[in-house]
């Protein structure tokens, strides 16, 4: 088993910044490929960014490219997210979730292990 447990969202302004954080806990959480999924109200999940096991390969967006960045401490057992230049529809709630194995996939089936989610709200 793995624990995921987001942090960081939070109310920010047009072109404000946001670092979200996702600590894992359990069953060697640095083997596992992580992303970060959103939900928007009213609109469908879509992942924001990804990343392997290593850090090495990354997903991002394209709403997102440029703008965010993922990345992964495996020392710390976290992923984060840094969100720069935010906009309103960035707002959402973001989702952490971990998949067994090296590699991201942008299918949420194949994620085993979800955290519970943070609120990002972007005011313009």
């Known amino acids: 088993q793995v624990q995921l447990v987001e942090s960081g969202g939070g109310l920010v302004q047009v072109g404000g910044s946001l670092r979200l954080s996702c600590a894992a806990s359990g069953r060697t959480p640095s083997t596992y490929a992580m992303g970060w999924v959103r939900q928007a109200p009213g609109k469908e999940r879509e992942f924001a960014a990804a990343?392997?096991?290593?850090?090495?390969?990354?997903y991002y967006a394209d709403s997102v490219k440029g703008r965010f960045t993922i990345s992964r401490d495996n020392a710390k057992n976290t992923v984060y997210l840094q969100m720069n230049s935010l906009k309103p529809e960035d707002t959402a709630a973001y989702y952490c979730?971990?998949?067994?194995?090296?590699?991201?996939?942008?299918?949420?089936?194949?994620?085993?292990?979800w955290g519970q989610g943070t609120q990002v709200t972007v005011s313009s």
């Open positions: 990343i392997s096991r290593s850090g090495g390969m990354t």
């Open positions: 979730a971990a998949r067994i194995g090296g590699r991201y996939s942008l299918v949420e089936s194949e994620y085993d292990y």
